[in-house]
């Protein structure tokens, strides 16, 4: 009594929600959430697997008992993600012949190859064509697939991965050390398939691809899998997808008499022509196929605003990993994907409790739909999915807002929005940093093309406003180079690996931190009156 007519006398009347505290983001729930994700008992979240929906049903009873309403089928939290999935035999051979010499190739340690015709048998014997970076842009005036269709239809194409290097005249072409979509991997693979190609195969380096040959190996060793399609789908496809080593990609040119570092200078020029290997390659490709109906999960706090919460602010963490796959020198062939993304999920459950936690009076005007795809690893198929078959109307969507991986090191000064400066997000996302004292960081590796990488990147290709929130490289109490040297030994050693596992000893200041930034950007777009996209 004498405390609250302290208060009275010292701040006049307040309402009764004032004098109650803040919700805070809960590190133990975090941690708790993270411990079951990545548990052996999930088998590392494969997509289409037990574990795999062992995971959806834990978050849709997560967001159940936080009391939010299921967006999916027929009011459940689920939308059903229609997959076709196919596991090559490791034991398939590439063979490559020419001038009466013959390679031969093994699956993993030279190539590895999955299908996208889903059939469990598919060949390929089919002339080899040099096609250097396998991009046509008219809006960069290139294009390497100059010369007649038939150049190219039935056969199988050779693609360097990664945009061509900017010059000194032309510092900024296809965005400079930035790497572009037409550079990505799915891009290539979808180009080789408008041409009529049979097959492709990308020629990877460390260096080019922003990650090494174990991470390819790892992702591409096991079960693939593709948007189902119907007969009737008119879409291309490629018979034969590839990747190669940088080593075995020499092997094949020197067959072909031609040297590979010569061939990378030619492609880098606009005066690049596509160049016949005289080379034959074959390969039996046989595999496992499987169709399942994946999850995604979808929950919904509705807003307070009678109006506005008929839009919606999408909060988005892929749920899947790699499942059970090679293992490592250990023995370990459990995928746990920890990091990635069990600490992006977890991170996104604690804001949908954060939310709901808030006094009625300050929740989010408009409502908020908490999305976890599926499928992520392989190819955004699950938020792909979502942004063909929306669960809320796109033009009703402000913006999404996604995490794949939390900041397990500590705090940083600084924080990266990837994509933010790409639509309205930047202004709202500079005003929370100038609030919080944070620092904005470009991305520090635009090489990798980051921003293709996550599901926050099938909203933008559709117009939504999105971005992926990451952890910056300024470590507070840390060397100036300890982050980056930080990322590169996950990268190396860890990124798709079965040592993605929960650590206890975590410092997750810095994943509160980034929980703290969302949850202040997410109230902002929540209650603006009006926001322009």
């Known amino acids: 009594m004498i405390k609250s007519l302290l208060v009275f006398l010292l701040l006049g ?20 959430h993270i411990k079951f994700l990545a548990d052996d008992l999930l088998e590392g979240r494969g997509t289409g697997s037990r574990g795999g929906e062992i995971a959806a049903r834990y978050i849709a009873s997560q967001l159940s008992a936080l009391g939010l309403t299921g967006a999916g089928h027929e009011g459940s939290f689920f939308q059903p993600v229609s997959l076709v999935g196919v596991k090559a035999d490791p034991k398939t051979l590439l063979k490559v012949s020419g001038g009466g010499h013959r390679e031969t190739f093994h699956f993993g340690e030279d190539f590895v190859a999955f299908t996208g015709a889903q059939r469990a048998e598919v060949s390929a014997d089919a002339d080899l064509v040099f096609v250097g970076y396998g991009i046509d842009s008219p809006a960069e005036k290139w294009n390497d697939y100059s010369g007649p269709a038939s150049d190219y239809q039935g056969k199988i194409l050779v693609i360097l991965v990664n945009d061509p290097p900017p010059t000194s005249d032309e510092p900024n072409r296809f965005g400079g050390k930035a790497l572009t979509y037409q550079g990505r991997w799915t891009y290539k693979f979808e180009e080789a398939a408008r041409r009529g190609a049979v097959g492709a195969i990308l020629l990877h380096t460390d260096e080019s691809a922003g990650y090494p040959w174990s991470v390819v190996r790892t992702s591409n060793g096991s079960w693939r899998f593709d948007l189902a399609r119907s007969e009737s789908d008119p879409s291309p ?22 040297d590979l570092a010569e061939l990378r200078h030619q492609a880098a020029s606009r005066n690049f022509k596509p160049i016949a290997l005289k080379l034959k390659a074959e390969i039996d490709l046989k595999s496992e196929l499987t169709r399942v109906e994946a999850s995604n999960v979808a929950g919904i706090l509705e807003g307070t605003d009678k109006n506005l919460k ?58 908020l739909l908490f999305l976890f795809p599926t499928a992520e690893e392989q190819g955004l198929l699950g938020s792909e999915w979502y942004v063909s078959h929306p669960l809320v109307p796109l033009t009703d969507t402000v913006a999404d807002l996604n995490l794949d991986g939390l900041n397990t090191l500590g705090l940083t000064r600084d924080l990266i929005p990837l994509g933010a400066e790409r639509s309205l997000l930047k202004s709202w996302v500079e005003e929370v940093a100038r609030d919080q004292k ?12 980051t921003f293709f990488r996550s599901d926050h990147f099938p909203f933008a290709k559709a117009g939504v406003p999105a971005l992926s929130l990451e952890s910056g490289d300024d470590y507070v109490g840390r060397a100036k180079n300890w982050g980056a040297e930080q990322f590169r030994l996950f990268n190396e050693q860890h990124y798709h690996q079965p040592s993605d596992e929960y650590q206890a000893n975590w410092d997750l200041k810095g994943a509160i931190q980034e929980e703290n930034f969302l949850a202040s950007l997410a ?11």
């Open 438 to 449: 944070i620092t904005l960081s470009p991305e520090p590796r635009p090489e990798q093309g």
């Open 237 to 258: 496809s490629l018979a034969v997808r590839a990747w190669m080593t940088d080593a075995a990609a020499r092997k094949v040119m020197k067959l072909a008499g031609q």
């Open 13 to 32: 009347p307040v309402s009764a929600f004032a004098l109650t505290p803040s919700p805070q983001i809960r590190e133990a729930a975090i941690r708790a």
């Open 310 to 367: 008929k839009k919606y602010l999408v909060l988005s963490a892929h749920s899947d990993h790699l499942g059970i796959g090679e293992p490592d020198k250990t023995g370990d062939r459990i995928y746990n994907g920890a990091v990635d993304n069990a600490s992006g999920t977890a991170g996104i459950l604690e804001l949908a409790a954060y939310f709901t936690s808030l006094p009625k009076a300050r929740r989010p005007r408009r409502s």
């Open 523 to 533: 109230l902002r777009l929540a209650n603006t009156e009006k926001l322009q996209k």
